[in-house]
């Protein structure tokens, strides 16, 4: 079974500041992907960055940038120079690349709050 | 962004009754998902559809059932509604081709069971 686990449910900075999200995962694929969503207080579930398993290299968007490490299955979001459009939920999630199959596996997701 | 749409996007409704939602895409996506979002526990996947008629269940699919006639549309039916179906409702669709390994999501429907 795919399981994704977000050990904190929430966290604040302050504005402009650099934080990290945290997230695991367990799967016994070697073909997947993981997924950083952000979720705004309208609801919209908006992808924020993608990472497939077999690029080494980490992904980055701009101010997000992931820190992949396979072997410990950690999928960690550095979100840099925080805006307090930044506030909202935010769920990682792990596809696994396998036809026929594809389902999204969602963590619990973590409420960041960006002060002022 | 896909052109998915929900309906309707709020309702309210008393223990026992049916309830139908929709989903409705432009993308012609071939996968289709109704996800409920409940505090603490993030979305779950009620069920899916991965072709015209094709459907499979999720980890939450007690008490719901789906329906897919055609491409476009996705029905999630609550048969007889009951107080922990509470919750927010996403559909979402994902292409299973040419490369794009993201699933994109509706805006949600609130649904509340009184």
């Known amino acids: 079974a795919q399981t994704v686990t977000q050990s904190q449910p929430e966290m604040s900075v302050q504005e402009a500041e650099t934080v990290t999200l945290s997230c695991t995962y367990d799967?016994?694929?070697?073909?997947?992907?993981l997924f950083w969503y952000k979720q705004p207080p309208s609801r919209q579930m908006i992808l924020v960055i993608r990472?497939?398993?077999?690029?080494?290299q980490n992904a980055t968007e701009n101010r997000f940038s992931v820190n992949f490490q396979k072997a410990a299955k950690s999928f960690s979001l550095k979100i840099s120079d925080s805006q307090l459009g930044d506030t909202a939920m935010y769920f990682c999630a792990l596809l696994r690349n396998q036809g026929g199959s594809e389902k999204l596996v969602f963590g619990k997701g973590m409420k960041l709050t960006v002060n002022p | 962004d896909a052109g998915i749409t929900q309906s309707p996007r709020h309702k309210v409704t008393e223990t026992g009754t049916p309830v139908t939602l929709r989903c409705h895409q432009t993308e012609n996506h071939r996968y289709m998902y109704w996800y409920r979002q409940d505090p603490g526990h993030g979305l779950r996947l009620i069920h899916y559809s991965y072709g015209v008629k094709d459907t499979d269940k999720g980890e939450v699919s007690d008490g719901y059932s789906v329906s897919r006639s055609k491409t476009e549309d996705f029905l999630l039916t609550l048969e007889s509604a009951t107080s922990s179906q509470t919750s927010v409702y996403f559909c979402?669709?994902?292409?299973?081709?040419?490369?794009?390994?993201?699933?994109?999501f509706g805006p949600g429907t609130r649904l509340t069971v009184t």
């Open positions: 799967t016994s694929e070697n073909n997947y992907y």
């Open positions: 990472q497939e398993a077999y690029k080494q």
């Open positions: 979402a669709t994902y292409p299973g081709q040419g490369g794009i390994y993201e699933q994109y």
